[in-house]
């Protein structure tokens, strides 16, 4: 009986996403960054067709450029699903339909269980979907591939469910413009701090380093993100850029390790648990 309320309601709060205005601002952002993309790697064909790149360089640079437009594209899922994330639970609260729901023999983790089931599907189903294509893109205009898409995909997803978590948990105590806010300012605040943390590593510096160790522990998105970006990248790409491109924020050196993964799952199951108490204490 709990399972089916549970997937009775991700599928209604999949059914609300796909309805909310935010789905179409994703749609045009992801369209415009596909456009953009083609043109761009088109041009980079038509550099090599003129000499100035062979064909192995174009597809060394298309490996980079896919990491960056990979980021702008985890930019646009973060932008949507924290803001899907927030009016989804604390926009109900505040107007009152979380209270006619709840009225019923329903348990408040249950509702929250099936909202956040729903945006897990609606966020990593955008990324995945939206990921291939411009992998696609890539294929036909420079025809490169990713050695690992799926793996890349699939931890470009995760970065999106670990975000939309914490979107959940802020929402059940701040308003939903602000648990959006909040939510992608600690995303780009990792994501600096990783950068800063590579640079410190290139440098040798232990203390500057340690800042992206300790930012991707306590938010795992950037970490999640180091790993996506080394399965897209070319495998030759850390031996032919050589050590004059260490510290850049569009190459990865390593992939994630099995116990960071574990972390990341933890992580995210631990901010759901902090959700529910959250919400279970909430006054309605």
Partial sequence: MTARVVLTIAG???REAARRRVLRALAVLTLALLGLSAWGFSRLTATSDFGTLTSGEARLVASQLLNLVMFGLSLIAALGTAFLAGPTLSGEVESGIALSVLARPVRRSTVLLGKWLGLVAFGAGFVVVAGLSLCLVVRLTVDYWPPQPAGALALLAAQTVVLLTLGLLLSTVIS?????????GLFGATWIAGVVGGIGEALGND???????????????????????HAFQDPSVLTQLGPAFDGFPFLSEAPLTPAYLAWAALWTAMVWGLAAVAFLRRDL
């Fill in 12 to 14: 209604l709060t999949l």
């Fill in 207 to 229: 203390g500057v380093a340690r800042v992206g160790t300790i930012s991707r522990v306590l938010l795992p998105t950037d970490g999640l993100w180091r790993g996506a970006m």
């Fill in 176 to 184: 939903p413009m602000a648990s959006g806010v909040v939510a992608v």
